[in-house]
């Protein structure tokens, strides 16, 4: 985890993105003191893009909470972000795989073993353990602890992975706030008591 006595650099606070008109106008009107301003379409891809380069993933928070709508897009990393180094964390329990504040991305990686050249850059930039050198000094691709999250199919110079959609692989896909429906219109339904309370 990063030392909170090391200031993060400007690059690494310019990297969380508020989605939907009501959850901006908040950052917006309450969030001075942490850097929010207003951006555009493109400003926002090219954060993205800076943030990939630099082995950034991208999370999206769709919590029930938010009736379901997205409500932010963060482009963080372990070393910087609590809910993901704890999700790491987790992961390396005996069961603690089974326990998620995030869901993997539900795509997996195709290998052209053709084109590997076996430089060990994807090993390196992935966060999950999922692209490892083994003992035999050669890059294996371990499918279950991979997340989809692509990086190492961007930062392969060889263009030897690409991710491809695995629903039946991966279970993940559609998200379950796509199959709990209930759950969601209860969210809505209390969301909207609570907007009303406010507004009174
Ligand atoms: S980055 Fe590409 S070329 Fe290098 S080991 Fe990984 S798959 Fe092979
Ligand atoms: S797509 Fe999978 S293997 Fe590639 S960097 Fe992400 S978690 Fe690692």
């Given amino acids: ?13 310019n990297c969380c993105i508020a989605i939907g008109k009501k959850l901006t106008d908040f950052w917006l009107e309450h969030g001075e003191k942490s850097h929010v301003r207003r951006i555009t379409q493109k400003e926002a891809l090219d954060i993205i893009e800076y943030q990939r380069s630099k082995g950034s993933i991208n999370t999206m928070y769709c919590k029930v909470a938010t009736g379901g709508k997205t409500g932010v897009l963060c482009s963080c990393r ?3 972000c609590v809910a993901l180094h704890t999700q790491l964390s987790a992961g390396q329990l005996k069961y ?8 993997p991305s539900g795509y997996l990686v195709s290998i052209n073993e ?10 390196e930039i992935c966060h999950f353990n999922a692209m490892i050198m083994n003992e035999d000094g050669k890059r294996e691709y371990k499918k279950d602890l991979c997340w989809g999250c692509g990086l190492c ?21 559609p998200l379950d706030i796509d199959l709990d429906k209930e759950l969601v219109e209860k969210a809505r339904a209390e969301n909207k008591k609570a907007q009303a309370w406010r507004d009174k």
Wanted: proline share 11%; aromatic share 4%; hydrophobic share 25%.
């Fill in 96 to 103: 603690g795989r089974k326990i998620k504040s995030q869901a």
């Fill in 114 to 123: 053709d084109a590997c050249k076996n430089c060990g850059k994807c090993t």
């Fill in 78 to 80: 372990p070393e910087i």
């Fill in 1 to 13: 985890m990063q030392d909170q006595s090391d200031p993060l650099p400007p690059e690494d606070i």
């Fill in 153 to 173: 199919t961007e930062h392969c110079p060889q263009g030897a992975l690409s991710l491809y959609l695995a629903p039946d692989e991966t279970g993940l896909y």
